[in-house]
């Protein structure tokens, strides 16, 4: 086969154009960091990398859960502490108030404390977190003590769940609705048995109430701890992941910038190789067009 001036003159310039090409990927992945700026560089590149970021982004938004998780949990356990102290104070009265050292004015005046930490502990279980509260089941818009008196419902007994990681929810809400209830009608025997003059022997079987009730508000808050440490296993696991994650969608997509800034001036020395043999072997009118 013939070949002519035509042909090296052509052949020389697709293969400057391929040259071109490649030095502009090179030197576009070492702007970016990134050996893939789009779909066409690498497909399967490119598709691994939407795996890589949706799992990432997963990660980061059960992440966001988890800090959801932390601030119900922890707001638990701060009100129950409160609670807990208050019934505390209520021993103490009551301790007192069973003394036979005590007249009816006393234990009146006693009675006129419990009912003001009544209404403290009426007060706790509407706590809130933003515009939630936080011991009414699904029911999170209603309070559980209404002003009055504590609602009847079943929903303030379901438990809210959050998803934590892949297909792992955990309640993040208590549901001591009955607990409460029980407290209030507590508060209220202990007034109504001080009002109707009972003896101090009467009143100090009311001590056996409280401790009971003290009892099962430390059962419900170790449940809430069980829960917080649950929480901080599944924090310290996604953290971990999101370490692998990373890691794994840096491999993908980053480039190696020594080697590729080598590639690039191997390529450039490539380059200028051609463009010292190509004008050496065609016109010289279409080597003084290419200077």
Same mark, same amino acid.
Do not use: A, R
């Given at each position: 086969m013939r070949v002519t001036q035509s042909m090296l003159s052509n052949n020389m310039l697709r293969n400057l154009s391929n040259s071109y090409s490649a030095m502009g990927k090179l030197q576009e992945q070492v702007n970016t960091g990134k050996k893939v700026n789009r779909p066409s560089d690498d497909p399967v590149t490119a598709m691994k990398g939407i795996n890589y970021r949706a799992e990432l982004n997963n990660v980061e938004q059960f992440s966001r859960n988890i800090g959801e998780a932390h601030n119900w949990l922890d707001t638990t356990d701060d009100t129950f502490d409160k609670i807990g102290s208050t019934i505390q104070r209520a021993n103490e009265l009551m301790v007192q108030a069973s003394s036979d050292t005590n007249t009816a004015d006393d234990r009146k005046k006693i009675d006129s404390e419990l009912q003001q930490l009544r209404a403290h502990v009426q007060n706790l279980a509407n706590t809130k977190i933003g515009d939630r509260y936080i011991f009414s089941g699904t029911k999170t818009t209603t309070p559980p003590f209404n002003g009055t008196t504590y609602e009847n419902d079943a929903a303030?007994?379901?438990?809210?769940? @959050?998803?934590?990681?892949?297909? !792992?929810?955990?309640? #993040?809400n208590s549901t001591p609705i009955k607990m409460f209830k029980e407290f209030d009608e507590m508060f209220e025997d202990i007034s109504a048995a001080i009002q109707g003059n009972a003896t101090g022997a009467e009143l100090a079987k009311h001590l056996t109430t409280i401790d009971k009730n003290m009892n099962k508000l430390l059962e419900t808050r170790a449940g809430i701890g069980a829960l917080q440490n649950r929480v901080e296993l599944m924090d310290t696991r996604l953290q971990s992941q999101e370490v692998i994650a990373t890691k794994r969608m840096?491999?993908?997509?980053? @480039?190696?910038?020594?080697?590729? !800034?080598?590639?690039? #001036?191997?390529?450039?020395?490539?380059h200028r190789a051609a463009l010292s043999v190509g004008a050496r072997i065609i016109q010289p009118t279409l080597t003084d067009f290419l200077r």
């Open positions: 303030m007994e379901n438990s809210i769940e @959050i998803e934590v990681f892949s297909g !792992i929810k955990l309640p #993040i840096s491999e993908n997509e980053d @480039i190696d910038y020594e080697k590729t !800034i080598t590639q690039m #001036i191997t390529q450039e020395s490539i």
